[in-house]
């Protein structure tokens, strides 16, 4: 048969992985300072665009979009044309994916520090990014299904199920959740509210954990794992079990997010009942990886690569029994909300994802370069920095998780909370988190190792822009050996892309559909009413300041959190919440219910000044709030986008809505007045946030029978 000559496109891949490397390093610097500043707030730098509720956000998307998004292209474009036996189908669109992509990263990292968020997790971005996002996936998607239909190889590798699976999901996944209503260029409101809103978002958050940090790595697993060891894939049987099964009961775990929320209890009950059985697929996958290895354990020991793929895969197989684990509602109770989440998220994302990377990095670079790795000492070296600073970062947090959440609920003998004060539940994990710190500073150490041995290693060699290779061409009129219905389903893409759309779609509809349509899952209560004009400027600067990545507004219904905070919170008290600001963490106490529980002078002085009024504190001060102003020429815009999308504001209200909003503000300047001779004006941002807070968990009055003894 005679054989065709073409070149892999090398070059595409290399600027991924210099992209990868240097949104690595930026990521993870910015992440080292938000960890510093829980313990030293003076790392707040006393700057509106450098606060923790700022770059929060920013080091996540720097890391999940950024650092792993390129790392999954630069693995995807190499393994692709070798699994196809071709090059990639568009060399235009292939450059039209890296620098859309890095033009994205770009203007998330200009628009997230300048308080530009949706503060909606993992989806901060705002509209119009998030419309070149799905552009740029398209594009994505399209020079790699064209890449499948003009193979060289008629059999669709196991991998490359798995990067299919990737973009469907994702695309699926970011357009619904992305639904919002502009208001301006830079200013959306989520098109859902409260509970509908937290149970898209968090469909959303968990699938793109499953979406993009995981079935890519597993497809880039399947890859580069039997290359490196140089071995096949233990079970074929194995991987079509555990790919059909991990792709459709992923995508119901989502509310395991949200137990003991607002969230309908059926909902909460379906995530719990499939987050358990995401254990079977997950493991299933995990040991297909390891059991590759049989017979290669004394490379192991020797080889750097696979010292770090064997880690990465044991972290997949940790993180992915822990978060069935902290599914169950027992577990969540304690668990949700602390650091405990956190040390589980870094365990994937430092062990899984990170350490993929670095042993792919490790291995890709001498072969693209026609050389040998500089220094195999030095990659070890790394590997056992990156191991510590995995061990110093998760263990803290995990004994830092459980002292909180012990502490939150102790209540004394007489009855009473222990440690009614937060901020002493607060203090003593500080250690804690100084110890978070020196992991997150040891890992960054290993990157900067690999990245010298890696550029000497460069410097050794040549670098392969196009590799030569040459293949047969693919029959048409080829016969289909019987190899099970699986073989004859790899070798129809479209009708394999279509079934893995119909597995993902399931969950996500049943869950959706009901909630969206039954009424009753989300009951209303007629004394909720909308914000005001005043208390919206004020929600739109907690939402710019990031306040959601430190605090939640969900009171669940435990005696500890009633005692403390005040009455559960009800599922209707949130129909006008767009979007949700429930939040993921407490780092500070829930303020759902601190509306009305302070003077307006105590919020004035806490926000310029944290620790004046709460000693120890370590949130940081916000005295721009008190030299700016809002911008009253944006409150008819943001009256009708939410009545476009089914907030009850009489039609004409815009035209008297800052009248309103005056008449508020002056009453709360003259409260300052009155409270501690205080003088302000009534346009300070300060004023509409102390509107905004005044006004939480007041919209429903509790009835006396309903308040317990202790309370």
Partial sequence: MELEKFSYDNKVVKYFMVATVIFGVVGMLVGLTAAIQLFYPIFNFDLEYTTFGRIRPLHTNAIIFAFVGNAMFAGVYYSLQRLLKTRMFSDALSWINFWGWQLIILAAAITLPLGLTTSKE???LEWPIDIAIALIWVVFGVNMIGTILKRRERHMYVAIWFYIATFVTVAVLHIVNSFEMPVSLFKSYSWYAGVQDALVQWWYGHNAVAFFLTTPFLGLM????????????????LSIIHFWSLIFIYIWAGPHHLLYTSLPDWAQSLGVVFSIMLIAPSWGGMLNG?????????RVREDPVLKFMVVAVTAYGMATFEGPMLSLKNVNAIAHYTDWI?????????GWNGFLIFGMMYWLVPRMWGTKLYSVSLANTHFWIGTLGIIFYALPL???????????????AEGFLEYKNFLETVVQILPMYMLRAVGGGLYLIGVFVMIYNIVK???TGSFIANEEAEAPALLKEQKIHSGGWHTVLERKPVLFTVLTVVAILIGGVIEMVPTFLIKSNVPTISSVKPYTPLELHGRDLYIREGCVSCHSQMVRPFRSETERYGEYSKAGEFVYDHPFLWGSKRTGPDLHRVGAKYPDSWHYYHMLDPSSVSAGSIMPPYPWLYEKSIDKSMTADMINALRTIGVPYEEGYENVANDELDKQAAEIVARLKAEDNIEIVPEAEIVALIAYLQRLGTDIKVKPEQVSENQ
């Fill in 222 to 237: 399947y890859y580069f794992l039997p290359k490196a060891a140089n071995r096949p894939v233990y079970s074929y049987k």
């Fill in 398 to 412: 995990y004994v830092a998780g459980i002292t909180q959440s012990l502490m939150w609920k102790e209540f004394n």
């Fill in 122 to 124: 993992y989806a901060e």
């Fill in 457 to 459: 290693t460069a410097g």
């Fill in 290 to 298: 390891l059991l590759t290895l049989r017979g290669a354990w004394d």
């Fill in 342 to 350: 956190v040390a589980h998220v870094h365990i994937g994302g430092l």
